[in-house]
């Protein structure tokens, strides 16, 4: 079933504009991701967020986490062309090697 | 691409046909994994492996059967293929045990007709 909600599942920006997309899950987790995915392509690895930290950062991303409401969001500065793409939390609930849970994606279009 | 390789990357073929996707990887990694991404439903997990000739059940396994008899390459077979498993497959790969950043392939589009 799916674990991880993202919202919006669109979501349309000027380019220089920031975007922020967030995510709901529903069970404890061990760490949260985020995901980049081109189209046609496979998904890119962005950045992870573990249970017990509250913020992190990578570049022009921001990522927060915030357990008590089972909810993420992730923040992309200073938006460019190249970021449209769509993107997907993905949660680990079991700590083992069982893979992650998706939710179904954010579309983000950076218009020029 | 993280030294992943799906072949075929594209594929059609008819019901009740056997099917079987292929996923290579130059990395030594120990865990493979097979995903499913369909429209409305993101991806889903099919099935998963953590060693040669390990390999475990996922979210979304009925109709579907993997192997892996070397560290390298992980198979996924669909025994008797049915139009519900026209999507992309992708197959992923990591490092540890412990879920963490995940390496895709580049996904492999089926058609079931």
């Known amino acids: 079933s799916q674990q991880g909600e993202e919202d919006p599942q669109a979501l349309s920006i000027q380019e220089g504009e920031n975007a922020t997309m967030n995510c709901s899950y529903k069970t404890s987790i061990n760490n949260l991701q985020w995901y980049r995915q081109n189209s046609g392509r496979g998904l890119v690895h962005l950045i992870l967020i573990r249970s017990n930290e509250r913020e992190k950062h990578s570049g022009r991303l921001r990522v927060t986490l915030d357990t008590s409401k089972k909810s993420s969001s992730l923040l992309i500065t200073a938006s460019r062309a190249a970021d449209t793409a769509s993107y997907f939390c993905?949660?680990?609930?079991?700590?083992?090697?069982?893979?992650?849970?998706f939710g179904k994606g954010t579309h983000l279009i950076i218009q020029p | 691409d993280a030294g992943i390789t799906q072949s075929p990357r594209h594929k059609v073929t008819e019901t009740g046909t056997p099917v079987t996707l292929r996923c290579h990887q130059t990395?030594?990694?120990?865990?493979m994994y097979w995903y499913r991404q369909d429209p409305g439903h993101g991806l889903r997990l099919i099935h998963y492996?953590?060693?040669?000739?390990?390999?475990d059940k996922g979210e979304v396994s009925d109709g579907y059967s993997v192997s892996r008899s070397k560290t390298e390459d992980f198979l996924l077979t669909l025994e008797s293929a049915t139009s519900s498993q026209t999507s992309v497959y992708f197959c992923?790969?990591?490092?540890?045990?412990?879920?963490?950043?995940?390496?895709f392939g580049s996904g492999t589009q089926l058609s079931v007709l």
């Open positions: 992923a790969i990591s490092q540890t045990g412990t879920n963490e950043k995940l390496f």
């Open positions: 990395e030594n990694h120990r865990y």
């Open positions: 492996s953590y060693g040669v000739k390990d390999t």
């Open positions: 993905a949660t680990d609930e079991g700590g083992g090697a069982d893979g992650l849970t």
